[in-house]
């Protein structure tokens, strides 16, 4: 019910997810991050601990793969799960258990992974990795665009109704965090509206966390 990407950008460091699902809130269950650790979509018949148990495996430093392997050894239904998985040196991991619903599939490219499942045909995925290998900018505008590029190529064999995209960098909270948790429409072309509007204004966010006397004027009236 969800297809999903993880990436890495080799120049930042930042790590990032983008998904979108026929589900509500797909954001709210299956995308896990950790700045400098790793960053983990958890998707099918999600459990969510799978996300949070990978991770914490790679902050200890445990290799990718057996990273998730780890995790998905404590849950006694991870046949149902599907899981990718990429850390901080851009190594990936993969797992769909023999009971992934439907069409699916996992890829990895160059700093990526995507997978998903219900889908309209396997190309899906093959899609997403080429857009986001060849497509330039902002990670969380790659991500956005591979999303894009899996729709084009059928997405899943139903309606898609949530997405979301999530980035961490060196700081403890995710600059980017944008999700569209129902949509009857096209959730991907809102959450694409969204980081359009977002990301002229990322820079001063985090600005103003850091160190509020730099920060840029909020353009809103008592504070032209």
Request: charged residues 20%.
């Amino acid at each position: 019910m969800t297809f999903s990407i993880a990436a890495r950008c080799p120049e930042t460091g930042r790590l990032g997810i983008a998904l979108s699902s026929s589900s509500i809130a797909v954001g709210a269950r299956c995308p896990w991050l950790l700045a400098g650790v790793g960053a983990v979509s958890s998707q099918n018949i999600t459990l969510p601990a799978i996300g949070l148990d990978a991770l914490a495996n790679l902050k200890a430093g445990v290799p990718a793969q057996q990273a998730l392997r780890e995790a998905l050894d404590d849950d006694l239904f991870s046949r149902y799960r599907q899981v990718i998985l990429i850390n901080a040196a851009g190594e990936t991991a993969a797992f769909s258990g023999d009971s992934t619903l439907g069409v699916f599939n996992v890829v990895a490219g160059d700093n990526c992974i995507a997978a998903g499942n219900m889908l309209a045909s396997q190309s899906v995925i093959d899609a997403m990795i080429g857009e986001f290998e060849q497509a330039g900018g902002e990670l969380a505008g790659r991500l956005i665009a591979a999303l894009r590029a899996g729709l084009s190529h059928g997405g899943e064999s139903g309606t898609v109704h949530s997405a979301a995209v999530k980035v961490v960098d060196d700081y403890t909270w995710p600059i980017v965090d944008l999700r569209v948790d129902w949509s009857d429409n096209d959730p991907v072309a809102e959450l694409e509206r969204l980081w359009r509007a977002y990301e002229p204004q990322m820079q001063a966010y985090i600005t103003r966390a850091l160190d509020p006397r730099e920060a840029p004027s909020y353009g809103v009236p008592g504070d032209e």
